[in-house]
């Protein structure tokens, strides 16, 4: 078994806790479905254990401890905050972290039925989160380029999936004038850089809390704003740009062809789902097309 593959167990996490955190290690532990880079292990009522599983290296929890704690406060719904470190030990070389608990159903696994609520409410928390970020806030990396940066990936999965009902055409005419735009040129924000249905939970029929803030760094906001495709029901994302109000063609245009990119991304996952691969999730397929549907018809 290779390092990435660790079998992560309800005793393994309590051993853990046990050795660096004895205080916590009698709350009940039951595991979270869903994760891929991260694991997640419910604590209590009122906490989570992240376990490091596929991503090979700290950096992405690292950020998350160095910088939750500092925006938590100022956003307007619920975000993972870390309260203890764990450490990487003879049991389990990689990092671990106990965070609170965001309360809600991934939304890969829920929906939104109250669809101008979760616009106002999305657009509400991104105006929050996209404040000008200090100089020594995380680069952006894969996450946060430019679409002409991205085509290698925008290509792959466009040859990977089975497109069905959809025009290739069609899909490469959003992405070509997302290719086009020029280059963010505001300040950099701050940008959670991985908003999909997976990563945000809901409630009563709205968004309820954002999560897995592994991706965050400063940069160009359209990486967020393509959560406007991949999350709200059909008809939000003009809902969404009024409520937001501070984003500019070019900028909407980038997110348009990201959250295209994105989508092949959700549905690619699902197909390997279906296909019974290693790291597929069924239930993204379904979102996937749902959201390319939007990024074509939804302007």
Known sequence: MIESEIEISEDLVRELLREQHPDLAELPIREVEGGWGNQMWRLGDELAVRMQRMDNLPD???????????????????????????????????????????????????????????????????KALHTEAPADAPDASDYGAHPRKCTDGFEHFLRAVDLGRFAEDDIRAVWDDAVATPDWAGPRVWVHGDLHPANVVVADGTLAGIVDFGAIFAGDPAWDLVAAWLLLPAGGVPRFFDSYAQADEATVRRARGLAAMKSLFLMLMGQNGDRGLPGGKPNWGPAGRSALDRVLTDR
């Open 60 to 126: 992405l929890q690292f950020k998350e401890r160095r910088w939750l704690p500092v925006l938590a406060p100022r956003l307007p719904l619920p975000i993972p905050t870390p309260v203890r470190n764990g450490a990487p030990s003879e049991r389990f070389p990689k990092v671990w972290t106990v965070m609170t608990w965001v309360e809600g159903t991934p939304l890969d696994h829920g929906s939104i039925t109250r669809g101008d609520h979760a616009a106002d409410t999305l657009a509400a928390f991104l």
